[in-house]
């Protein structure tokens, strides 16, 4: 974590966020630019947030238990309801104590006690959505919020009464992924190999493993010699995945993690990934198309509406999981790369949609909305 020195007589924000990826890297990038501009920050998140504080720039992190009530079981829904009004409780104790000019909350159950407790105490509130779906939690704090402010120009399940009060600014981005937006999209000729980056993340390195290799097994021999795979692959699949691909014709890298994304990027021609909204984001700033595949269980099916809104913008094509095969997806990628024109088109078509100004839009709304 990194400490900030405090100045009391600076406003404080107080940052909640849920313990994923996709909630703490937009809430950290928030915070950067809040210090940028001379205000303290603190930080409550969960257990799993705190795999994420290390930079964090907060000079404190106050850490707590989550209580989710998607159960059905009463003893379960008893103990959550004990656990978030003791949440509750010791947020508005807190405040009362460091006096927050303003609550700024990303999503996730971790972030449900603090907003609770600036509503409590009339302490401004603004939310953050990253998906296409207005998450629960935000969806209970939309109407209470000073902005919600979107990651997308979509914003399903948001109640009639907020979306007067939204403001589409879009997902921060990490900085070298800024940087792949001024590299030019790389050539494609007749000579050239067409790169394809395949990245599963946790919930889709196993099944892209699987299908993804035996999808370019199908395609013809010409195509199969032209690609050149960069995939991200568990650890145990590594080689029965590089066996395919060498029976293929195809040359490839293979990996279970790729610590220089950026540059991986910046070299592509075609993505295949899944579609939580710090990826959709990441390939339209960027500017390179996509074959998106959703992830089925995901909550309020909000990976779908993430990449349908990249589809509706020219950058990507859908497989939803249920009909992700191998032949669908050979298909698919059939007809992508021998339109390769096409797929210039479609990398300038993504890049269109790229936010490039999220974080500074979101503290602008943050200090209006303290009204300092």
């Given at each position: 974590?990194?400490?900030?020195?405090?100045?009391?007589?600076?406003?404080?924000?107080?940052?909640?966020?849920?313990?994923?990826?996709?909630?703490?890297?937009?809430?950290?990038?928030?915070?950067?630019?809040?210090?940028?501009?001379?205000?303290?920050?603190?930080?409550?998140?969960?257990?799993?947030?705190?795999?994420?504080?290390?930079?964090?720039?907060?000079?404190?992190?106050?850490?707590?238990?989550?209580?989710?009530?998607?159960?059905?079981?009463?003893?379960?829904?008893?103990?959550?309801?004990?656990?978030?009004?003791?949440?509750?409780?010791?947020?508005?104790?807190?405040?009362?104590?460091?006096?927050?000019?303003?609550?700024?909350?990303?999503?996730?159950?971790?972030?449900?006690?603090?907003?609770?407790?600036?509503?409590?105490?009339?302490?401004?509130?603004?939310?953050?959505?990253?998906?296409?779906?207005l998450g629960r939690v935000n969806r209970v704090f939309a109407n209470t919020a000073v902005t919600v402010a979107s990651g997308f120009g979509r914003l399903?399940?948001?109640?009639?009464?907020?979306?007067?009060?939204?403001?589409?600014?879009?997902?921060?981005?990490?900085?070298?992924?800024?940087?792949?937006?001024?590299?030019?999209?790389?050539?494609?000729?007749?000579?050239?190999?067409?790169?394809?980056?395949?990245?599963?993340?946790?919930?889709?390195?196993?099944?892209?493993?699987?299908?993804?290799?035996?999808?370019?097994?199908?395609?013809?021999?010409?195509?199969?010699?032209?690609?050149?795979?960069?995939?991200?692959?568990?650890?145990?699949?590594?080689?029965?995945?590089?066996?395919?691909?060498?029976?293929?014709?195809?040359?490839?890298?293979?990996?279970?993690?790729?610590?220089?994304?950026?540059?991986?990027?910046?070299?592509?021609?075609?993505?295949?990934?899944?579609?939580?909204?710090?990826?959709?984001?990441?390939?339209?700033?960027?500017?390179?198309?996509?074959?998106?595949?959703?992830?089925?269980?995901?909550?309020?099916?909000?990976?779908?509406?993430?990449?349908?809104?990249?589809?509706?913008?020219?950058?990507?094509?859908?497989?939803?999981?249920?009909?992700?095969?191998?032949?669908?997806?050979?298909?698919?990628?059939?007809?992508?790369?021998?339109?390769?024109?096409?797929?210039?088109?479609?990398?300038?078509?993504?890049?269109?949609?790229?936010?490039?100004?999220?974080?500074?839009?979101?503290?602008?709304?943050?200090?209006?909305?303290?009204?300092?």
């Amino acid at each position: 974590m990194t400490k900030i020195s405090s100045n009391d007589s600076a406003p404080l924000v107080i940052v909640a966020a849920g313990g994923t990826g996709g909630h703490m890297f937009p809430a950290q990038a928030f915070a950067e630019e809040m210090v940028k501009r001379g205000w303290r920050v603190g930080l409550v998140t969960d257990d799993r947030g705190m795999r994420y504080v290390e930079n964090f720039p907060a000079e404190w992190i106050e850490q707590v238990k989550a209580a989710t009530i998607g159960s059905k079981r009463p003893d379960k829904l008893l103990a959550a309801a004990f656990k978030i009004r003791a949440g509750i409780s010791a947020a508005k104790k807190h405040m009362k104590k460091v006096k927050p000019a303003l609550v700024a909350g990303f999503g996730g159950y971790p972030s449900f006690p603090s907003l609770s407790a600036a509503k409590a105490l009339r302490v401004p509130i603004i939310i953050h959505e990253q998906n296409a779906v207005l998450g629960r939690v935000n969806r209970v704090f939309a109407n209470t919020a000073v902005t919600v402010a979107s990651g997308f120009g979509r914003l399903d399940k948001i109640p009639a009464n907020a979306e007067g009060h939204r403001i589409e600014v879009g997902n921060p981005v990490r900085a070298p992924i800024l940087t792949v937006r001024d590299v030019p999209y790389p050539e494609v000729g007749q000579d050239t190999k067409i790169n394809l980056l395949v990245t599963g993340g946790s919930q889709g390195a196993k099944m892209f493993g699987e299908i993804v290799p035996a999808a370019i097994g199908l395609l013809p021999e010409e195509l199969r010699f032209k690609l050149h795979m960069v995939q991200q692959v568990r650890e145990d699949q590594i080689e029965d995945v590089q066996a395919i691909y060498d029976q293929a014709g195809v040359t490839c890298e293979l990996k279970p993690f790729f610590s220089d994304m950026d540059q991986r990027l910046a070299a592509t021609h075609l993505v295949i990934a899944r579609s939580g909204a710090g990826t959709v984001t990441e390939l339209s700033v960027a500017g390179r198309p996509a074959i998106l595949v959703p992830l089925g269980i995901a909550m309020d099916d909000h990976q779908r509406a993430n990449a349908e809104s990249l589809e509706a913008g020219g950058g990507a094509d859908v497989i939803l999981e249920k009909d992700f095969t191998a032949d669908t997806l050979a298909r698919v990628l059939e007809e992508a790369l021998r339109a390769e024109e096409e797929l210039q088109l479609r990398a300038a078509a993504a890049k269109a949609l790229g936010p490039l100004t999220a974080t500074k839009e979101l503290a602008d709304i943050a200090i209006k909305a303290a009204n300092l």
